[in-house]
């Protein structure tokens, strides 16, 4: 018969040696957990599901810091805690309006050099500001040119996620290049 390891045990037996076990085994046993720490904070299913891939990729990322002073559990749940806090302070910063679609934008540039220059510099302005999360996706995705499944697979993450992830994220950056256009 064998016994399961408790959290330290498998952190200390399975990280150096085979992280993917030590990962799976975290995850199965605390990420309902995690999800209703960020749901009760969130108060929102989809930021919810995110904010807990996030910490859990967060976390691994930080395994090798973990130091026993408290639970492996206390860890990860003060961690789950304080990234949902400065999301939520994040998210109350940045105020948005929603711009009607039926808006057309006009470049007054007649130069399409000057046309790509500005649309290159509103595009740069945008990637630094959204997150590094959220621009490391969009970057592995169209720079380094990555498919889905080679992008989950880099970051822990359900082909689906990976797929919301850049769907959100695109819309992000379209949104701030068309905010940018517009006060031109």
Not at 22 to 37: I, N, P, T
Not at 83 to 89: E, K, N, T
Request: net charge positive; charged share 30%; with cysteine.
């Amino acid at each position: 018969m064998k016994t399961q390891l408790n959290d330290e045990e498998l952190i200390r037996q399975h990280l150096n040696t085979n992280p993917n076990i030590c990962f799976e085994a975290l995850y199965k046993r605390y990420v309902g957990k995690v999800y209703k720490r960020c749901l009760s904070m969130t108060k929102d299913a989809e930021k919810a599901q995110d904010f807990t891939q996030d910490i859990f990729i967060r976390t691994f990322s930080r395994l090798e810091r973990f130091q026993e002073r408290s639970t492996f559990s206390t860890w990860l749940y003060s961690i789950s805690y304080n990234y949902c806090l400065d999301q939520i302070r994040v998210s109350n910063r940045l105020t948005t309006t929603r711009l009607e679609d039926e808006m057309s934008y006009q470049y007054t540039s007649t130069n399409d050099t000057e046309d790509t220059e500005e649309r290159l510099q509103r595009l740069s302005t945008a990637m630094n500001s959204i997150s590094t999360q959220e621009a490391m996706i969009l970057r592995m995705k169209y720079q380094e040119g990555l498919g889905i499944h080679q992008i989950a697979g880099q970051l822990n993450l359900k082909e689906s996620a990976v797929k919301m992830r850049l769907k959100r994220s695109r819309e992000k950056v379209r949104q701030l290049c068309d905010a940018a256009a517009y006060q031109l």
